[in-house]
């Protein structure tokens, strides 16, 4: 008696237990075996069934075009198929299909196919098929940089989770959202989640699990400053990994870190082993983005080309195979983001000429991607080859108009790029430091470069706006996400009486762009270096706030010869009686209340008032008919801060000035000031409190008697009075707050709080100043507000002048410089 074949069903189990034990080979033989023989029992979904299996195991292989040859013909079998059954199946080969996309960089292919998995899970009752499919979706949305989206997905996964036994789902998806809020900076939040997925991955005994956590968690503490805990974490996770691509990924940012922390030995002795590992890797996107990882280490380490050593260790020849292995997956990002990366390569060693043309190919593969993220980099790329090639040229009109108009474009895309927060994947993108912050100055600097005989009028306008584009930058950068609406003033219909000065830090020199009243935009410039005027800054800063002292004052008479001298004289015969500054970078940490002409500070000459841009203010004076002021305050020692015995009498007198209502200690906490604000029709809410201003979201926050309010729920509670109230807050007064001792970006925060408050206009102090000294100056400050001929900064200003006529305040800027106004200043 013959022996008879086995049914199609036992096949294409055998197919599944010979993939499990990795004999793929056998496996692939076996599962087309088992497609035929379902084929002839006219079985249409276990042919689907067996052709997704056959997919996967492709996937594995690294042969992707038949995985998507797989792939497509499963799914058009089962929509093909009229078995009541259907649907379970549909969504396994949706959920791989999913998978295969994303990992040949189709992520928005991946996303949409990962809706509609998760659809029919749902439509199935199937908890546990749909929460994998929400975490791919998170993971999607993480590479295409929308961190927030991912997180808003995420949170709520791992909130129903926790209830639930633990598992790998539950790894995967803490792991996620610790990679997501990594990517918005929220780090302490960022290493609790994968902190939690690393303890139930060991607990649950999975290495892959166990190893992507422990990388995840290396990039965390790494961007948190600890270098050698991360160092640790990713040879944890390079040596037990079962995963190939885990652990060249870990050995790269092993390898960076190294390089960054100055280990070159250390450094040289990985770079062998990880070009090994990186050849044997199947092609996908993310082995693309592995291979230009690693040509960045190496031009650090000085192997940029053949001609150094190796060829088969070096930068160019690194991007030359991961250029060609993103054409062989069709994958335009990849393409664009290798070919780009050689032409960085080529520009750094001064081959203009090919740097110039695969920067060209790569910004065209960009455009035809779609992909902003990555074409404002080669059209900034492209600008500075050209400008290189201008600077070789004898000097002729118009010779930089190329170079303006490729700068122009990357801050054109970037500006588009605002709301979508595009980010290519973390492990190849640049800090806004690096990447966003000098597109802006260099195009300033090119911009205010003299082209002929004098910078255009249209140069100067196009400077004012960039750097206005870059304050705008900035604060998103701080917020981490696109915030605030941005629209153009013309400040001659705002004031009439107000001039606006810009303040530029360029590398080599300071360029101060300048509004007069009703006058065209003018500029002039200081022959300083960008070192020497933040070692100034960093200099006057440290003197301000030591008042034993009178070091501060040749550095302010620096300070004005360098921003206010050139202008001096155009000032005196104009109509101007405030001046506005949008300041630049440490600039903003310094009060230009100080500067000194030799014998006048600046505030006795005019009133003084700061914004981050023309562009986001919303102008109006202040009502003074309808001025009432809702005041909170602490007078004793809370969470660690000290007592602040001056604020009683500081909020007595506002009371005695205007009708007010007042939280004290106690009644002042987070849950009382939110409904006093929904319940008092404020127009300046004042609070007494001690507060910090810093470069970190998390650390900008103001203190209540019970909690913190950070910057985002200041927001939200001052906004939510707006709705509740007829006339909107236009003044918010923090009078007991200091910025970030050190930090050279803290006044973002004090920026941060006046734009995103929801309040017209702030008023702060950049550090804590003497609280006997505050209450008085309150007082005069309140007096002025009710006096409707006075703006604020005026009502600021006579304050300020008050206190300076007190002997004992006036022999240091300590007791009267530091206080600022925000915003719109009318």
Not at 99 to 118: D, I, M, N, Y
Not at 231 to 245: G, I, K
Not at 772 to 797: I, P
Request: charged share 20%.
């Amino acid at each position: 008696m013959l022996s008879q074949s086995p049914g199609a069903a036992t096949l294409a189990q055998q197919g599944q237990e010979l993939y499990e034990a990795g004999q793929y080979s056998a496996a692939i033989a076996t599962l087309q075996r088992a497609i035929q023989a379902y084929a002839t029992e006219n079985n249409t979904l276990g042919q689907a069934l067996a052709l997704r299996n056959l997919a996967l195991v492709y996937q594995q292989m690294g042969d992707l075009a038949a995985a998507n040859e797989a792939i497509a013909t499963s799914l058009q079998q089962v929509q093909s198929s009229t078995d009541a059954n259907r649907l379970p199946v549909l969504a396994r080969v949706l959920n791989l299909q999913g998978s295969l996309q994303l990992q040949q960089g189709q992520t928005e292919q991946a996303l949409a196919t990962w809706e509609q998995a998760t659809a029919i899970y749902q439509q199935l009752g199937d908890e546990a098929g749909a929460l994998r499919n929400q975490i791919n979706q998170a993971q999607a949305l993480q590479s295409l940089g929308f961190y927030r989206r991912a997180i808003a997905t995420l949170t709520p996964l791992t909130e129903t989770l926790q209830s639930q036994p633990d598992s790998r789902a539950k790894v995967v998806a803490l792991r996620s959202l610790g990679e997501a809020l990594q990517g918005i900076g929220s780090l302490d939040r960022s290493q609790q989640a994968l902190e939690s997925a690393l303890a139930i991955a060991q607990q649950l005994q999975l290495p892959d699990e166990i190893a992507a956590t422990q990388f995840s968690l290396g990039n965390t503490i790494r961007a948190q400053g600890d270098a050698g805990t991360a160092l640790e974490f990713y040879r944890q996770a390079a040596a037990t990994t079962p995963s190939p691509l885990t652990k060249v990924r870990a050995e790269l940012n092993q390898l960076s870190l190294l390089i960054d922390t100055e280990q070159p030995t250390q450094a040289q002795q990985l770079v062998p082993q990880i070009a090994i590992q990186l050849d044997r890797l199947p092609p996908s996107q993310a082995l693309t983005y592995a291979q230009v990882n690693f040509a960045q280490s190496l031009v650090k380490l000085g192997m940029a080309s053949s001609s150094t050593g190796d060829s088969s260790l070096s930068a160019e020849q690194t991007l030359l195979r991961a250029r060609q292995q993103a054409q062989t997956l069709s994958d335009l990002r990849a393409q664009s983001f290798a070919l780009g990366s050689l032409g960085e390569l080529y520009e750094k060693s001064g081959q203009l000429t090919r740097a110039k043309t695969l920067t060209e190919e790569a910004l065209i593969l960009a455009q035809s991607a779609n992909a902003s993220d990555i074409a404002y980099r080669w059209q900034w790329q492209l600008g500075r080859i050209l400008k290189a090639e201008a600077d070789s040229q004898a000097m002729r009109e118009g010779k930089y108009a190329g170079a303006i108009a490729a700068y122009s474009s990357a801050v054109d895309t970037l500006q588009s790029l605002r709301n979508d927060l595009v980010a290519i994947n973390p492990e190849v993108q640049l800090s806004f430091q690096e990447s966003v912050e000098p597109i802006h100055r260099e195009l300033v600097s090119l911009l205010l470069t003299p082209d002929g005989d004098a910078t255009s009028q249209d140069n100067l306008e196009k400077a004012r706006q960039v750097i206005e584009s870059l304050q705008l930058a900035e604060l998103d950068n701080f917020f981490r996400e696109a915030c605030l609406d941005a629209k153009p003033v013309n400040i001659d219909q705002l004031d009439a009486e107000a001039t606006v000065i810009y303040p530029i830090i360029l590398e080599d020199r300071l360029e101060v762009v300048v509004r007069l009243p009703q006058q065209p935009l003018r500029h002039y410039a200081s022959p300083v270096s960008k070192q020497e005027m933040e070692d100034t800054i960093t200099q006057i800063r440290r003197h301000l706030v030591t008042r034993t002292t009178r070091q501060f004052l040749p550095l302010a008479q620096r300070l004005y010869d360098w921003i206010i001298r050139p202008v001096e004289a155009d000032l005196a015969s104009s109509d101007t009686q405030t001046l506005v500054f949008v300041l630049d970078g440490p600039l903003r940490n310094v009060p230009m209340a100080v500067l000194n002409d030799g014998e006048q500070y600046l505030l006795e000459k005019f009133s003084l008032a700061l914004t981050p841009g023309l562009q986001l203010l919303d102008p109006r004076p202040l009502p003074v008919e309808q001025l009432r002021v809702l005041t909170a305050g602490l007078t004793e020692s809370r969470q660690g801060f000290s007592a602040l015995p001056n604020v009683l009498p500081e909020l007595e007198q506002i009371q005695k000035e205007v009708p007010s209502r007042v939280l004290l200690n106690e009644r002042f906490t987070s849950t009382t000031f939110q409904q006093a604000l929904a319940e008092t029709p404020a127009s300046v809410v004042h609070l007494a409190t001690h507060g910090k201003f810093s470069s970190e979201l998390e650390e900008t926050f103001i203190l209540t008697w019970d909690d913190r309010i950070d910057i985002n729920q200041l927001n939200t509670v001052l906004q939510t009075a707006d709705l509740t109230q007829t006339n909107p807050i236009e003044l918010l007064v923090l009078s007991a707050c200091q910025t970030a001792a050190g930090d050279r970006q803290a006044a973002l925060g004090l920026a941060g709080i006046a734009v995103r408050a929801g309040a017209r206009s702030t008023l702060a102090t950049l550090w804590q100043v003497s609280d006997e000294a505050t209450a008085m100056l309150m007082d005069q400050f309140y007096q002025g507000l009710n006096d409707a001929s006075l703006t604020k900064t005026e009502a600021l200003r006579q304050a300020q002048l008050k206190i300076l006529e007190i002997p004992q305040f006036r022999r240091h800027p300590y007791y009267w410089a530091p206080y600022v106004i925000v915003g719109n200043w009318l």
